[in-house]
């Protein structure tokens, strides 16, 4: 089946910067869109960012605002989500998730996901 196991979140302060990793087992990443959703309590799963199979293609949500590069790393088969100028927006829990296709945004069609980490922004 496979599984992923999101890490790197934490408790920073505004404008800080953090880096999200996404380890995959069972599934080699660069065979598969990964994409990387948020969530805040009391809100839908929003879409943050995705890379393509081939790495040739990235996509960010609006909110990214030039904040979030991704990249991979398919020695180590682990996707990162490097986010900078953080606010307290930003707080939510991270997920990455795989989806065969590259159709990055939608949340449906992915169809493994990380359990999530937890990232706090505060002032």
């Known amino acids: 089946q496979g599984q992923l196991l999101e890490s790197g979140g934490g408790s920073v302060q505004i404008g800080d910067s953090l880096r999200l990793s996404c380890a995959g087992s069972g599934r080699t990443l660069n065979t598969y869109t990964v994409g990387w959703f948020r969530q805040a309590p009391g809100k839908e799963r929003e879409f943050a960012a995705a890379i393509s199979g081939s790495g040739d293609f990235t996509y960010y949500g609006d909110f990214v605002k030039g904040r979030f590069t991704l990249s991979r790393d398919d020695a180590k088969n682990t996707a990162y989500l490097q986010m900078t100028n953080l606010t307290p927006e930003d707080t939510a829990t991270y997920f990455c998730?795989?989806?065969?296709?590259?159709?990055?945004?939608?949340?449906?069609?992915?169809?493994?996901w990380g359990q999530g980490t937890q990232v706090s922004v505060s002032f």
């Open positions: 998730a795989l989806r065969e296709s590259w159709r990055p945004a939608p949340v449906t069609g992915y169809f493994i």
